[in-house]
């Protein structure tokens, strides 16, 4: 049986809290917590997306004053779920 961190935390428990990620319901706290620390920062941008095998996907990119890219990269909630398969 395959469940995802999201899909357990829904059944087992209820009033969480945790940091709030707009239009993403029951985001794990890890993603969510990076997305919280970073949602403020200047030149940072995010797109959050959902796969039916590796669970939620975090697509980020951090951008200097000038406009170039700082940073990037993307974060799974279940990286290594397509070895599984």
Known sequence: ???SEAQI?????????????EGVANLPATLARFLAERRD?????HQVLHDENRGW???????TQT?????SGQFYERPY????E
């Open 1 to 3: 049986m395959k469940l």
């Open 81 to 84: 779920a397509w070895i599984d």
């Open 57 to 63: 996907i975090i697509l980020w990119k951090e951008y």
């Open 67 to 71: 406009g170039s890219v700082r940073g």
């Open 9 to 21: 935390r829904d059944e087992v428990m209820e009033d969480v809290e945790q940091p709030d990620v």
């Open 41 to 45: 920062m200047p030149g940072f941008t």
